[in-house]
């Protein structure tokens, strides 16, 4: 049998991987030209761990991966309102967390493809048909792949969603935060920030920077919006919405690269009826996207491509022909796993939102005692599930 897989990020790699053990044939549709630059730093744990594990690539997320001391909130002269010690966060996790970057993450399980997996940059999706033993998928230069399962991996704003289920007005749900991440040198800002995640103790728009082992900054920005439409120029945009912020900020906006090399986007979910159609299937962000605000995206990723590469496997002979009555139960299957896991941690996110970035100056104290309480014996673990929900694995 034969998947074709729009979309070469977290997802989509990682189905790739297990589809292909599992005896498929696996080609790997993705529209941008090159593997992907930005991107932010992202705590890896949960059921994505779990399955990193189970394809043995563990080794390589801690070869990439960053040792973080702390999560810390500094004022606008440097000074350190509140921490979290990330020992601590990593003790209720049993030590199974990894901070890494998402370009790192989707280098491990890129390289990590067998040679038997065809993996296509500069394929844009431009039209899908549904036939009775197949689907056709048909890039923008008249390339027609054909294929028993069509699976959209390809993001929050996926294509394949909006050619097979519809137009994103129908399931995206903006969260009221537009976010952004860039990467910049400056020594001087580097020994500010140190072996931290540090982050301005700020209202309505804050800012991350931590060190890259290459000795750069990367920043993570994020500030709120009820206006869900991106700007023309992230770069202006990003520099009139956080001036005047003290500390490193300063030097972080007048070092932000043109837009071609700004991860920009705005904070939202989607929530989908059904996450399959016929002989497509959606799979990571396209169809479970729980925000950055939830923290546990790329993991669910992973684990929903375990899922369901392994309910696939479960129903069907790869050697033989998918029977679309056999491939609707697995896929049913697939969603009925995942789904309520997906769910919770969408609603975290969405009670932590007067928490992530405060609107109003009398949370920055709340948050301060919050952490400050962390310290206290059982509290560790009250914070850390009012902040990432319940275990999933």
Same mark, same amino acid.
């Given at each position: 049998?034969?998947?074709?897989?729009?979309?070469?990020?977290?997802?989509?790699?990682?189905?790739?991987?297990?589809?292909?053990?599992?005896?498929?044939?696996?080609?790997?549709?993705?529209?941008?030209?090159?593997?992907?630059?930005?991107?932010?730093?992202?705590?890896f744990f949960g059921p994505g761990y779990d399955a990193i594990e189970r394809m043995r690539l563990l080794p390589q997320l801690y070869e990439y991966g960053y040792q973080v001391t702390a999560?810390?909130?500094?004022?606008?002269?440097?000074?350190?309102?509140?921490?979290?010690?990330?020992?601590?966060?990593?003790?209720?996790?049993?030590?199974?967390?990894?901070?890494?970057?998402?370009?790192?993450?989707?280098?491990?399980?890129?390289?990590?493809?067998?040679?038997?997996?065809?993996?296509?940059?500069?394929?844009?999706?431009?039209?899908?048909?549904?036939?009775?033993?197949?689907?056709?998928?048909?890039?923008?230069?008249?390339?027609?792949?054909?294929?028993?399962?069509?699976?959209?991996?390809?993001?929050?704003?996926?294509?394949?969603?909006?050619?097979?289920?519809?137009?994103?007005?129908?399931?995206?749900?903006?969260?009221?935060?537009?976010?952004?991440?860039?990467?910049?040198?400056?020594?001087?800002?580097?020994?500010?920030?140190?072996?931290?995640?540090?982050?301005?103790?700020?209202?309505?728009?804050?800012?991350?920077?931590?060190?890259?082992?290459?000795?750069?900054?990367?920043?993570?920005?994020?500030?709120?919006?009820?206006?869900?439409?991106?700007?023309?120029?992230?770069?202006?945009a990003l520099r009139e919405e956080y001036a005047g912020l003290g500390w490193i900020a300063p030097q972080a906006l007048a070092a932000c690269p043109p837009a071609d090399d700004i991860y920009?986007?705005?904070?939202?979910?989607?929530?989908?009826?059904?996450?399959?159609?016929?002989?497509?299937?959606? !799979?990571?962000? *396209?169809?479970? @996207?729980?925000?950055? /605000?939830? %923290?546990?995206?790329?993991?669910? #990723?992973? &684990?929903?491509?375990?899922?369901?590469?392994?309910?696939?496997?479960?129903?069907?002979?790869?050697?033989?022909?998918?029977?679309?009555?056999?491939?609707?139960?697995?896929?049913?299957?697939?969603?009925t796993a995942m789904r309520p896991v997906v769910t919770e941690k969408q609603q975290v996110a969405r009670r932590g939102v007067r928490w992530f970035v405060p609107e109003h100056r009398w949370?920055?104290? !709340?948050?301060? *005692?919050?952490? @400050?309480?962390?310290? /206290?014996? %059982?509290?560790?673990?009250?914070? #850390?599930? &009012?902040?990432?929900?319940?275990?999933?694995?």
């Amino acid at each position: 049998m034969k998947a074709v897989i729009c979309g070469a990020g977290i997802a989509g790699l990682a189905l790739a991987h297990r589809l292909d053990t599992a005896g498929w044939a696996v080609t790997v549709l993705e529209q941008a030209p090159a593997p992907r630059t930005e991107g932010y730093m992202i705590d890896f744990f949960g059921p994505g761990y779990d399955a990193i594990e189970r394809m043995r690539l563990l080794p390589q997320l801690y070869e990439y991966g960053y040792q973080v001391t702390a999560l810390t909130y500094r004022d606008d002269q440097g000074r350190r309102r509140a921490s979290l010690s990330y020992s601590r966060f990593a003790d209720i996790v049993d030590g199974r967390l990894v901070s890494i970057m998402r370009p790192d993450l989707e280098r491990i399980l890129r390289e990590a493809l067998p040679g038997r997996v065809a993996l296509r940059f500069g394929s844009r999706l431009a039209r899908i048909d549904h036939r009775a033993d197949r689907v056709d998928a048909t890039t923008v230069d008249g390339t027609v792949h054909r294929a028993d399962l069509l699976v959209g991996a390809d993001g929050i704003h996926s294509t394949v969603r909006r050619l097979a289920f519809g137009d994103e007005r129908h399931f995206l749900r903006h969260l009221g935060f537009h976010t952004a991440a860039w990467v910049f040198d400056d020594p001087a800002a580097r020994d500010a920030v140190g072996d931290e995640f540090a982050l301005t103790d700020s209202t309505r728009r804050q800012l991350g920077c931590y060190v890259l082992r290459d000795g750069r900054i990367a920043v993570f920005a994020v500030h709120r919006t009820t206006d869900p439409q991106l700007p023309a120029d992230p770069r202006s945009a990003l520099r009139e919405e956080y001036a005047g912020l003290g500390w490193i900020a300063p030097q972080a906006l007048a070092a932000c690269p043109p837009a071609d090399d700004i991860y920009y986007d705005q904070v939202a979910q989607i929530e989908m009826p059904a996450w399959s159609q016929g002989r497509v299937v959606l !799979v990571g962000d *396209a169809c479970q @996207a729980v925000s950055l /605000l939830a %923290g546990q995206g790329a993991s669910l #990723a992973v &684990a929903g491509a375990e899922t369901l590469a392994a309910e696939l496997t479960r129903a069907l002979d790869p050697t033989a022909g998918a029977d679309p009555g056999v491939l609707a139960i697995a896929l049913r299957r697939y969603e009925t796993a995942m789904r309520p896991v997906v769910t919770e941690k969408q609603q975290v996110a969405r009670r932590g939102v007067r928490w992530f970035v405060p609107e109003h100056r009398w949370w920055l104290h !709340v948050r301060r *005692a919050a952490l @400050a309480a962390a310290g /206290l014996p %059982g509290m560790d673990r009250v914070i #850390a599930g &009012a902040m990432v929900g319940k275990s999933s694995t």
